[in-house]
T-cell receptor, first 112, second 113 residues
Framework: QQQVKQSPQSLIVQKGGISIINCAYE??????FPWYQQFPGKGPALLIAIRPDVSEKKEGRFTISFNKSAKQFSLHIMDSQPGDSATYFCAATLIGNEKLTFGTGTRLTIIP | KAGVTQTPRYLIKTRGQQVTLSCSPISGHRSVSWYQQTPGQGLQFLFEYFSETQRNKGNFPGRFSGRQFSNSRSEMNVSTLELGDSALYLC????????????FGQGTRLTVV
């Protein structure tokens, strides 16, 4: 099974807070896990990505935590800002295979 | 550097008709993938082309087809349109395989009435 399960479906966080989105995958062959951010009327844009040989990757306010044994990974957005309000998708793929398997998306709203 | 360009941005078609969508990848990118995005099913992979060859295909009926030209531009075609084909169709381009970034276009919003 090639599914990627994502939760929560929607999330409301206060400005300055931490937003956390979780994903779980089934195919242990997946070896590349990107996160995409999508604003209304736009295509998804790569935010940050990780490979399973590391447990954490940080880029600015965005951090991916990866738990290979649990087949789970999560996105943490620190100091969340109203401009972070968007839909976030986790994805998984096999390097060399261009098919991205996406999670169902999380609509994040940051309130002042 | 220009991004991924998809045309048209919006399209309204009638059931039973066919439609062709176009994608111009980023200059130098040879891999083009197509995705269907709907509120119910999310983002689903349709197919991927590299150097004019289809390398991978998702679980969509044969009414969905595509092709890639020598300049890497790609088209996808949907024949005998159904109401359920209403969706945002996204194209993504990559320079090559590996863990390089996939750049998405803004999509074509297809409405079937």
């Amino acid at each position: 099974q090639q599914q990627v399960k994502q939760s929560p479906q929607s999330l409301i966080v206060q400005k300055g807070g931490i937003s956390i989105i979780n994903c779980a995958y089934e195919n242990t062959a997946f070896d590349y896990f990107p996160w995409y951010q999508q604003f209304p009327g736009k295509g998804p844009a790569l935010l940050i990505a990780i490979r399973p040989d590391v447990s954490e990757k940080k880029e600015g306010r965005f951090t991916i935590s990866f738990n290979k044994s649990a087949k789970q990974f999560s996105l943490h957005i620190m100091d969340s800002q109203p401009g972070d309000s968007a839909t976030y998708f986790c994805a998984a793929t096999l390097i060399g295979n261009e098919k991205l398997t996406f999670g169902t998306g999380t609509r994040l709203t940051i309130i002042p | 550097k220009a991004g991924v360009t998809q045309t048209p941005r919006y399209l309204i078609k009638t059931r039973g008709q066919q439609v062709t969508l176009s994608c111009s990848p980023i200059s130098g990118h040879r891999s083009v993938s197509w995705y269907q995005q709907t509120p119910g099913q999310g983002l689903q992979f349709l197919f991927e082309y590299f150097s004019e060859t289809q390398r991978n295909k998702g679980n969509f009926p044969g009414r969905f087809s595509g092709r890639q030209f020598s300049n890497s531009r790609s088209e996808m075609n949907v024949s005998t349109l159904e109401l359920g084909d209403s969706a945002l169709y996204l194209c993504a381009s990559k320079s090559q395989g590996g863990n390089t970034e996939a750049f998405f276009g803004q999509g074509t919003r297809l409405t079937v009435v």
